[in-house]
Protein backbone atom coordinates (compact mmCIF):
# COMPACT_ATOMS: atom_id res chain seq x y z
CA UNK A 1 0.00 0.00 0.00
CA UNK A 2 0.96 3.45 -0.80
CA UNK A 3 2.76 5.27 2.23
CA UNK A 4 1.76 8.93 1.29
CA UNK A 5 -1.42 10.82 1.82
CA UNK A 6 -2.39 13.65 -0.94
CA UNK A 7 -5.83 15.30 -1.77
CA UNK A 8 -7.27 13.78 -4.38
CA UNK A 9 -7.96 17.34 -6.20
CA UNK A 10 -7.13 20.63 -6.62
CA UNK A 11 -7.49 23.54 -9.09
CA UNK A 12 -5.07 26.05 -9.83
CA UNK A 13 -5.36 29.32 -12.35
CA UNK A 14 -3.77 29.65 -15.18
CA UNK A 15 0.31 31.40 -14.35
CA UNK A 16 -0.04 30.45 -10.98
CA UNK A 17 1.55 28.58 -8.91
CA UNK A 18 0.38 25.27 -8.37
CA UNK A 19 1.73 24.23 -4.33
CA UNK A 20 0.94 20.14 -4.07
CA UNK A 21 0.93 18.74 -0.78
CA UNK A 22 1.98 14.83 0.46
CA UNK A 23 1.62 13.57 3.63
CA UNK A 24 4.05 11.05 4.41
CA UNK A 25 4.02 10.97 8.27
CA UNK A 26 5.45 7.32 8.47
CA UNK A 27 8.66 8.02 6.27
CA UNK A 28 11.64 6.22 7.20
CA UNK A 29 15.20 7.37 7.85
CA UNK A 30 16.58 5.44 4.55
CA UNK A 31 13.48 6.60 2.17
CA UNK A 32 13.46 9.25 -0.81
CA UNK A 33 10.07 11.27 -1.26
CA UNK A 34 9.71 11.13 -5.32
CA UNK A 35 7.23 13.01 -7.41
CA UNK A 36 5.22 11.87 -10.52
CA UNK A 37 2.54 12.49 -13.08
CA UNK A 38 0.59 11.25 -15.55
CA UNK A 39 -0.88 13.31 -18.66
CA UNK A 40 -4.50 11.53 -19.59
CA UNK A 41 -3.47 8.13 -20.33
CA UNK A 42 0.62 8.60 -21.09
CA UNK A 43 2.97 6.53 -19.16
CA UNK A 44 3.64 8.59 -16.24
CA UNK A 45 6.53 11.15 -16.31
CA UNK A 46 9.30 11.78 -13.49
CA UNK A 47 9.50 15.12 -11.72
CA UNK A 48 11.83 15.59 -8.73
CA UNK A 49 12.91 13.36 -6.02
CA UNK A 50 15.01 14.28 -2.69
CA UNK A 51 15.96 13.34 0.78
CA UNK A 52 16.03 15.70 3.00
CA UNK A 53 16.87 18.67 1.32
CA UNK A 54 14.99 21.13 -1.18
CA UNK A 55 15.48 20.54 -4.68
CA UNK A 56 14.58 22.21 -7.74
CA UNK A 57 14.91 21.43 -11.55
CA UNK A 58 13.87 22.41 -14.59
CA UNK A 59 10.40 21.54 -14.03
CA UNK A 60 9.35 22.11 -10.36
CA UNK A 61 10.45 22.55 -6.82
CA UNK A 62 10.67 20.05 -3.69
CA UNK A 63 10.13 21.54 -0.29
CA UNK A 64 10.56 18.50 2.31
CA UNK A 65 9.89 19.74 6.11
CA UNK A 66 12.77 19.54 8.87
CA UNK A 67 10.98 16.56 10.37
CA UNK A 68 10.55 15.29 6.88
CA UNK A 69 6.71 14.21 7.05
CA UNK A 70 5.54 16.26 5.15
CA UNK A 71 6.39 17.64 1.22
CA UNK A 72 5.32 20.04 -0.94
CA UNK A 73 5.76 19.67 -5.15
CA UNK A 74 5.58 23.17 -6.34
CA UNK A 75 5.05 24.40 -9.95
CA UNK A 76 6.26 28.22 -10.52
CA UNK A 77 3.84 29.08 -13.60
CA UNK A 78 1.42 26.31 -14.06
CA UNK A 79 0.52 25.73 -17.87
CA UNK A 80 -2.85 24.04 -18.96
CA UNK A 81 -0.69 21.34 -19.97
CA UNK A 82 0.20 20.80 -16.42
CA UNK A 83 -3.45 19.20 -16.31
CA UNK A 84 -2.39 15.82 -14.69
CA UNK A 85 -2.85 13.57 -11.83
CA UNK A 86 0.35 13.96 -9.35
CA UNK A 87 1.83 10.65 -7.61
CA UNK A 88 3.98 11.55 -4.41
CA UNK A 89 6.00 8.04 -3.47
CA UNK A 90 8.13 7.62 -0.31
CA UNK A 91 10.40 4.70 -1.44
CA UNK A 92 13.91 2.84 -0.32
CA UNK A 93 17.01 4.74 -0.50
CA UNK A 94 18.03 -0.05 -1.68
CA UNK A 95 17.92 1.42 -5.33
CA UNK A 96 15.90 -0.47 -8.03
CA UNK A 97 13.08 -0.86 -5.20
CA UNK A 98 9.52 -1.04 -7.32
CA UNK A 99 7.72 2.04 -7.27
CA UNK A 100 4.26 2.03 -5.05
CA UNK A 101 1.71 4.31 -6.13
CA UNK A 102 -1.34 5.56 -5.07
CA UNK A 103 -4.51 7.49 -6.03
CA UNK A 104 -2.38 10.78 -6.44
CA UNK A 105 -3.89 14.44 -7.14
CA UNK A 106 -6.07 15.07 -10.03
CA UNK A 107 -4.58 18.76 -11.29
CA UNK A 108 -6.71 21.15 -13.07
CA UNK A 109 -5.21 24.32 -14.75
CA UNK A 110 -8.07 26.45 -15.34
CA UNK A 111 -7.43 29.74 -18.26
CA UNK B 1 17.96 8.26 -26.85
CA UNK B 2 14.77 6.24 -27.19
CA UNK B 3 13.08 6.00 -24.48
CA UNK B 4 10.81 3.33 -22.87
CA UNK B 5 9.81 1.17 -26.41
CA UNK B 6 6.28 -0.32 -25.81
CA UNK B 7 4.48 -2.41 -28.38
CA UNK B 8 1.78 -3.00 -29.64
CA UNK B 9 -0.31 0.51 -28.64
CA UNK B 10 -3.39 -1.40 -28.58
CA UNK B 11 -4.20 -4.45 -28.79
CA UNK B 12 -7.35 -6.73 -28.94
CA UNK B 13 -7.71 -9.78 -28.07
CA UNK B 14 -10.88 -12.44 -27.63
CA UNK B 15 -11.73 -14.21 -24.28
CA UNK B 16 -9.36 -17.29 -24.36
CA UNK B 17 -6.57 -15.96 -26.66
CA UNK B 18 -3.22 -14.88 -25.45
CA UNK B 19 -1.53 -11.57 -25.11
CA UNK B 20 1.82 -10.75 -25.75
CA UNK B 21 3.36 -7.08 -24.60
CA UNK B 22 6.65 -6.23 -25.49
CA UNK B 23 8.85 -3.58 -23.70
CA UNK B 24 12.44 -2.18 -24.86
CA UNK B 25 13.96 -0.72 -21.80
CA UNK B 26 16.31 2.44 -22.46
CA UNK B 27 19.84 2.12 -23.65
CA UNK B 28 21.96 1.33 -20.55
CA UNK B 29 18.64 0.31 -18.40
CA UNK B 30 18.91 -3.19 -16.88
CA UNK B 31 15.96 -3.08 -14.57
CA UNK B 32 12.61 -3.62 -15.96
CA UNK B 33 8.90 -3.32 -13.82
CA UNK B 34 5.32 -4.00 -15.47
CA UNK B 35 2.47 -2.23 -13.96
CA UNK B 36 -0.96 -2.16 -15.21
CA UNK B 37 -3.49 0.71 -15.04
CA UNK B 38 -7.54 -0.67 -14.53
CA UNK B 39 -9.74 2.13 -16.28
CA UNK B 40 -10.24 5.07 -13.99
CA UNK B 41 -7.67 3.24 -11.13
CA UNK B 42 -3.85 3.56 -10.58
CA UNK B 43 -0.90 2.18 -11.62
CA UNK B 44 -0.62 -1.48 -9.75
CA UNK B 45 2.93 -2.86 -9.62
CA UNK B 46 3.42 -6.44 -11.40
CA UNK B 47 6.72 -7.34 -11.53
CA UNK B 48 10.31 -6.22 -11.64
CA UNK B 49 13.23 -8.03 -13.79
CA UNK B 50 17.09 -7.47 -14.34
CA UNK B 51 18.64 -9.70 -17.32
CA UNK B 52 17.31 -13.42 -17.12
CA UNK B 53 15.95 -12.78 -13.41
CA UNK B 54 12.44 -12.23 -11.57
CA UNK B 55 13.46 -10.24 -8.53
CA UNK B 56 10.23 -9.28 -7.54
CA UNK B 57 6.65 -10.46 -8.69
CA UNK B 58 4.36 -9.83 -5.68
CA UNK B 59 2.10 -8.24 -7.83
CA UNK B 60 1.35 -10.68 -10.28
CA UNK B 61 -1.74 -12.35 -10.37
CA UNK B 62 -0.89 -16.36 -9.78
CA UNK B 63 -2.29 -17.40 -12.83
CA UNK B 64 -2.10 -17.05 -16.72
CA UNK B 65 0.88 -14.11 -15.95
CA UNK B 66 4.24 -14.82 -16.64
CA UNK B 67 6.73 -12.39 -17.22
CA UNK B 68 10.67 -12.69 -18.90
CA UNK B 69 13.17 -10.39 -19.50
CA UNK B 70 15.89 -12.30 -21.77
CA UNK B 71 19.72 -11.74 -22.21
CA UNK B 72 19.00 -10.69 -25.68
CA UNK B 73 15.78 -8.89 -26.90
CA UNK B 74 12.43 -7.42 -25.35
CA UNK B 75 11.08 -7.46 -21.59
CA UNK B 76 7.91 -9.93 -22.37
CA UNK B 77 4.50 -9.90 -20.58
CA UNK B 78 2.05 -12.59 -21.24
CA UNK B 79 -1.09 -12.97 -20.23
CA UNK B 80 -2.84 -16.62 -21.57
CA UNK B 81 -6.60 -17.22 -21.66
CA UNK B 82 -7.49 -13.59 -21.60
CA UNK B 83 -10.77 -12.71 -19.72
CA UNK B 84 -12.60 -9.02 -19.79
CA UNK B 85 -10.94 -8.32 -16.35
CA UNK B 86 -7.67 -8.08 -17.99
CA UNK B 87 -8.74 -5.14 -20.28
CA UNK B 88 -6.45 -2.62 -18.73
CA UNK B 89 -3.43 -0.34 -19.52
CA UNK B 90 -0.13 -1.71 -19.28
CA UNK B 91 2.78 0.17 -18.58
CA UNK B 92 6.56 -0.60 -18.82
CA UNK B 93 9.31 1.34 -17.07
CA UNK B 94 13.02 0.80 -16.80
CA UNK B 95 15.62 1.97 -14.68
CA UNK B 96 19.92 2.12 -14.89
CA UNK B 97 21.22 0.32 -12.28
CA UNK B 98 21.44 2.13 -9.13
CA UNK B 99 19.36 4.86 -9.80
CA UNK B 100 15.48 5.09 -8.70
CA UNK B 101 14.08 7.00 -11.00
CA UNK B 102 12.03 5.18 -13.60
CA UNK B 103 11.30 6.52 -17.28
CA UNK B 104 7.79 4.68 -18.64
CA UNK B 105 6.81 4.14 -21.72
CA UNK B 106 3.71 4.54 -23.47
CA UNK B 107 2.20 1.80 -22.67
CA UNK B 108 0.05 -0.95 -24.22
CA UNK B 109 -3.84 -1.01 -24.00
CA UNK B 110 -5.09 -4.28 -24.04
CA UNK B 111 -8.74 -4.77 -25.00
CA UNK B 112 -10.59 -8.43 -24.07
CA UNK B 113 -13.96 -8.31 -26.36
Known amino acids: DAKTTQPPSMDCAEGRAANLPCNHS???????VYWYRQIHSQGPQYIIH???NNETNEMASLIITEDRKSSTLILPHATLRDTAVYYC????????????FGKGTRLSVIA | NAGVMQNPRHLVRRRGQEARLRCSPM?????VYWYRQLPEEGLKFMVY????????ESGMPKERFSAEFPKEGPSILRIQQVVRGDSAAYFC???????????FGSGTRLTVV
Open chain 2, 93 to 103: ASSPQGFDGYT
Open chain 1, 26 to 32: TISGNEY
Open chain 1, 50 to 52: GLK
Open chain 2, 27 to 31: KGHSH
Open chain 1, 89 to 100: IVSPLSGNTPLV
Open chain 2, 49 to 56: LQKENIID
